[in-house]
């Protein structure tokens, strides 16, 4: 019954942490639930799959939110006066 999880951690690409879990409920069930996680470890593969798929998502909207959020600071900094006059400051001959 191993060889059949690990065959299909490979067919799924799952991560280790993952397998690791999976492998430590699969030590402690007793033969029938052994053979229900088989059964379903398909439908299971591919809930984890997704769960680290929307993660991804997020992370990667997240970092998208704060990249914009920086870029319109920077803009509002660039905008303002003050930096005007560190720019004027740096330009004039006397620096």
Known sequence: MNTQLEK?????HTL??????IRKVFDIADDERKIDIIRHIDMILLEF???HEETLRKQ????????QDILADL???IDS????????????PNS
Do not use: G, P
């Open 8 to 12: 299909k951690f490979e067919e799924y």
């Open 16 to 21: 280790q942490s993952d397998r690791q879990d």
């Open 49 to 51: 799959n997704k769960i």
């Open 60 to 67: 990667i909207e997240i970092i998208d939110q704060w990249t």
């Open 75 to 77: 803009s509002v900094f």
């Open 81 to 92: 006066q003050k930096f005007t006059d560190v720019l004027a400051e740096l330009d004039s």
